[in-house]
């Protein structure tokens, strides 16, 4: 491939001579070991949705949410019916095998599939899902459809600057920082800086590698405990 350079003499962006869009996200379940994800729908899951977040009693959760929380189970379910169910932003439950409890939201948007672009947002994640395998799991089966199903290039993140749980979640399942976009936007009256993340496509076989090893059974003892660190496996694999 030739280098092209503009009038000041600087490389342009490499030519990508065989690039053809991605696929739209199908309104599809992706099944995991521990979680299905699945479209999100008010009659079947609005209800346990809304009673797994009532274990957030000082509803922390809903801080650096654009909406919520609800005061009744009928007005959440409402709220999906109204918001939820068009295909940007393409909302998804996480639903737990063992049970069939579903207890997270999560949704792809901003979706270009010209340029390959998409995003993960409207993260919520009840306290029985927070910080389990299930929900590293239900993080990556929506990053394996994006790149290896759909053919994307590139998978943002982006979170309210001060929101300290999401960029450290964020980096854990290996985005990448990019910056901040000030004054980005305005919710529930707040000012937001936008802090804003993405995975590549040219790294993302070695995430995924990380990954698979960190979702293995063998990675965790009895007692459920991690024996390697998804953040330790990540680096690791992308040095």
Not at 208 to 217: D, G, Q, V
Not at 230 to 239: D, E, F, K, Q, R
Request: contains cysteine; charged residues 25%; proline residues 7%.
């Amino acid at each position: 491939m030739t280098a092209r350079f503009n009038d000041l003499g600087q490389p342009i962006g490499a030519e990508i001579p065989r690039w053809s869009p991605a696929a739209p996200p199908p309104r599809t379940a992706i099944e995991g070991r521990r979680c299905v994800v699945e479209p999100l729908d008010p009659d079947r899951h609005g209800a346990p949705l809304f009673d797994a977040y009532a274990a957030d009693a000082e509803g922390r959760i809903w801080t650096y949410m654009a909406y919520g929380p609800f005061d009744s189970v009928a007005d959440y379910r409402a709220w999906i019916a109204a918001t939820c169910l068009g295909d940007d932003p393409l909302f998804h439950a996480i639903v737990e095998r063992a049970t069939g409890r579903a207890l997270g939201v999560a949704s792809y948007l901003r979706i270009v599939p010209a340029v390959g672009v998409i995003e993960v947002g409207h993260i919520n994640f009840a306290p029985p899902l927070q910080r389990t395998a299930m929900a590293t799991e239900a993080m990556f089966l929506m990053m394996r459809r994006v790149f290896d199903e759909l053919g994307y290039r590139r998978y943002e993140w982006k979170c309210d600057a001060i929101n300290a749980g999401s960029r450290r979640a964020a980096e854990r399942l290996g985005f990448t920082f990019e910056g901040v976009f000030r004054q980005a936007t305005i919710y529930k009256g707040r000012n937001r800086d936008t802090a804003w993340y993405a995975i590549i496509d040219r790294d993302w076989p070695a995430i995924r590698s990380a990954y698979e090893a960190w979702l293995a059974p063998d990675n965790f003892d009895a007692n459920g405990v991690q024996q390697e660190r998804l953040s330790v496996l990540i680096a690791g694999s992308l040095a």
